[in-house]
């Protein structure tokens, strides 16, 4: 983390992350496991939740929002309207219920249409959560999975990542991928496509800042 003598004073822009997907693919999971540390094996449904934190991206600083959404068909206005609002979209889906990548397709349809025709193209990124469950667990990936990730990548032109919120497996990745592509104007911050470059090249990190055992208050993407 940059030095906190470095940092702008004021609390800078705001970057609005959005989690869509079916209920049960483990958008609330994923977020919990960011933000907490911690996993939950059982499901509550959630209507939707808003989660708050500063996060430094290199010398800059930006207030992080975090939306935990239905999942379900019975909120389409507020949906909507999340999606109008985003800076990126994680689009999840679950690898052990590949049903639940129709509800990704939709949902990516919906987004496509909503954020038609902008430049730089809003950020979505197609995580397949439950990896642990596949067969194999988190190892190499099965045909299914690499047809979907094909399908993500070259079909739809967002970019995918598995991960496990049980297993803790490329959830730190998942929020760094996301605020790696957002587009901020901020005087002092590489561009997108240089901040995934570092990331590649594994300098850039998410680390976790606040509070032990807690919930995360803010955290920092070098
Ligand atoms: N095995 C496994 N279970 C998970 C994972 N993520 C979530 N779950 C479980 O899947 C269920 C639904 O998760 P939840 O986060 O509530 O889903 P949401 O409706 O998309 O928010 C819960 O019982 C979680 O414990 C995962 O990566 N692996
Ligand atoms: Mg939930």
Known sequence: MAPSQKHCEDPGPTVRLVFLGAAGVGKTALIQRFLTGRFESRHRRTVEELHGLECALGPRRVSLEVLDTSGSYSFPAMRRLSIRRAHAVALVFSLAEPDTFQEARRLRDEVAALRAGEDPPLPVLVVGNQADLLPGGLGPRPPLAEHLAATAELEWGCSYLETSA??????????????????????????PALRRRRWTEGQARVAPQGHAGGKRASCSVQ
Not at 184 to 189: E, F, H, K, S
């Open 166 to 191: 049980k297993q803790d497996y490329n959830v730190q990745r998942l929020f760094q991928d996301l605020l790696l592509q957002v587009p901020l104007p901020c005087p002092g911050l590489p561009s």
